[in-house]
């Protein structure tokens, strides 16, 4: 399935909306990436802080499908409870509060997340997420103190 639109904005409610289907469908090894490959570009690139648990360079559909493999085995919950974006031709900045409760320890934050996202020829072909402070999402992904 190819993308018929450009417009950015069209593309990210797609994506999110693909994304939450994928999610509830039971997301890795249970849904198919198939919901979510329209809106990538196949040479998309997603630069995660190392530091994080799904931390990294993802490339292609490949590398999303792993991502989204790592968050799951991450995040029991990953909650996006507000968005703002700012968009031009072929760039967004999307700040989202999220709230997330880690799989190993059954902690909960509420963070917020800022990313710079790119598009090429009407898909998404680079994110770069901003975390505000990495070590407290560590902390509660690795931490067993409640």
Known sequence: MTRSTTD????????????????AAGGPGNASFELLAPFFHPSVVLYQ?????????????????RFFRAMSDTWEEFDLLEQRFLISAETAVVHTEV????????????????????????????VRPFYWDTAAVVGICTSTDR
């Not at 950015?8 to 999610?23: C, F």
């Not at 802080?49 to 499908?65: F, K, Q």
């Not at 997330?100 to 020829?121: C, D, K, M, S, V």
């Open 49 to 65: 802080a190392e530091n994080l648990p799904y931390g990294g360079i993802w490339r292609g559909h490949d590398g999303m499908e």
């Open 99 to 126: 709230r997330a409760r880690a799989r190993a320890t059954g902690r909960e934050l509420t963070f917020p997340i800022l990313q710079t996202i790119t598009f090429t020829e009407g898909r998404i072909a680079e």
């Open 8 to 23: 950015p904005m069209t593309v990210l409610t797609g994506m999110y909306a693909a994304e939450a289907a994928y999610l």
